[in-house]
């Protein structure tokens, strides 16, 4: 058992959903977890400023003494992980990791999909930054990818406004755009940590036979 904690780190309270799946497959480990709240959402701000928050994360969690730090969050793992891997880390603590949660999602999306044709709803930065195309084209090149962006669903969710009946209309918009693109998906993954917070409404409005 590591002597101190692991770090979660996500842009708000989303991230608990990976911090639960984390400790039910790992609960011999204590966990320390920060979300972003004040600062959220990270989706609509620049490659630069999600960048410099989640450094700035990291370093916290450093200083806490935790010797991994997992970025729950998908967009700063799609903008800031690769940087504070590549030019921060050796700097910061080269004894330490910090890990995201885009590849290790596309090293097993294939065993998801029959038909061979994926759907990913995310933020605006996740999208746009293009981390999954480019993570499942390494690990299942096989695989079509067709995206969709939903700026609007995690301010719903930060608001407490996701369960009400308005939300409706933006979470149908968005898969039912998303479909659009590709008839033959058959698996739509979530890449943002809030969305399973909406399972219960993706559920009223995904076709039977989608995962």
Same mark, same amino acid.
């Given at each position: 058992?590591?002597?101190?904690?692991?770090g979660v780190f996500?842009?708000g309270?989303g991230?608990?959903?990976? !911090?639960?799946?984390?400790t039910a497959?790992?609960p011999?480990?204590?966990?320390l977890?920060m979300g972003?709240?004040?600062?959220?959402?990270y989706?609509?701000?620049s490659?630069q400023?999600?960048?410099e928050y989640?450094l700035?994360?990291? /370093?916290?969690?450093?200083?806490q003494?935790?010797p991994?730090v997992?970025?729950a969050c998908n967009t700063?793992?799609?903008?800031?992980?690769r940087?504070?891997?590549q030019n921060?880390? /050796?700097?910061l603590?080269?004894?330490?990791?910090?890990?995201g949660v885009?590849?290790?999602?596309?090293?097993?999306?294939?065993?998801?999909?029959?038909?061979?044709h994926?759907?990913?709803?995310g933020?605006?930065?996740?999208?746009?930054?293009?981390?999954?195309?480019? /993570?499942?084209e390494?690990f299942?090149?096989?695989?079509?990818v067709?995206? /969709?962006?939903?700026?609007?669903?995690?301010p719903?969710?930060e608001?407490?406004?996701?369960?009400?009946?308005?939300?409706?209309?933006?979470?149908?918009q968005?898969?039912?755009? !998303? !479909?659009?693109?590709d008839s033959?998906i058959?698996?739509?993954?979530?890449?943002?940590t809030?969305?399973?917070?909406?399972?219960?409404k993706?559920?009223?409005?995904?076709?039977?036979?989608i995962q």
């Amino acid at each position: 058992m590591l002597a101190s904690p692991i770090g979660v780190f996500d842009s708000g309270y989303g991230g608990l959903t990976v !911090l639960k799946e984390i400790t039910a497959h790992l609960p011999r480990y204590d966990y320390l977890y920060m979300g972003d709240n004040a600062r959220a959402p990270y989706g609509p701000r620049s490659f630069q400023q999600v960048y410099e928050y989640t450094l700035q994360a990291v /370093e916290w969690f450093f200083k806490q003494g935790c010797p991994l730090v997992i970025l729950a969050c998908n967009t700063a793992s799609a903008k800031a992980l690769r940087t504070i891997q590549q030019n921060d880390l /050796e700097k910061l603590a080269p004894a330490k990791r910090v890990l995201g949660v885009i590849r290790p999602t596309a090293e097993v999306i294939a065993n998801y999909t029959k038909t061979g044709h994926v759907g990913v709803l995310g933020t605006k930065g996740t999208i746009a930054s293009g981390s999954y195309i480019l /993570e499942i084209e390494k690990f299942a090149p096989g695989v079509s990818v067709s995206q /969709e962006a939903c700026p609007m669903w995690v301010p719903l969710i930060e608001s407490n406004e996701h369960l009400k009946p308005g939300a409706d209309y933006f979470v149908k918009q968005h898969i039912d755009n !998303l !479909l659009k693109k590709d008839s033959e998906i058959d698996t739509i993954l979530l890449g943002c940590t809030h969305y399973p917070l909406l399972t219960n409404k993706l559920n009223c409005f995904i076709p039977q036979g989608i995962q």
